[in-house]
């Protein structure tokens, strides 16, 4: 199997807490099989995974947590990423 790295471009990761809620979220995809980095400064989440990776897929559980695409953000998008800071502390 050969594997892929994806660079998703999202909004308001924070801390630490929220790079913990990004981490334990992704991996529970079964296609992806590593989180290379998750940079704040640029807001890029950078994952190796599987050549047949759904895209759309993994945006819509980032948005779910709180981090949307970037230029899709708003005050709904940014108060489920202040739940998945608290969430990501505790974890």
Known sequence: MTFKTYNF?????KCGGCTNT????????????????IDRESQTISVKADNDLNEEFV???L???GYPKSGENNW???SKSVMSCAVGKLS
């Open 76 to 78: 709904l998008e940014k």
């Open 22 to 37: 990004i981490t334990k979220a992704l991996l529970e995809i079964s296609n992806v099989h590593e989180i290379l980095e």
């Open 59 to 61: 945006y819509d559980v």
């Open 9 to 13: 471009i999202v909004e308001n990761i």
């Open 63 to 65: 948005k779910k947590l």
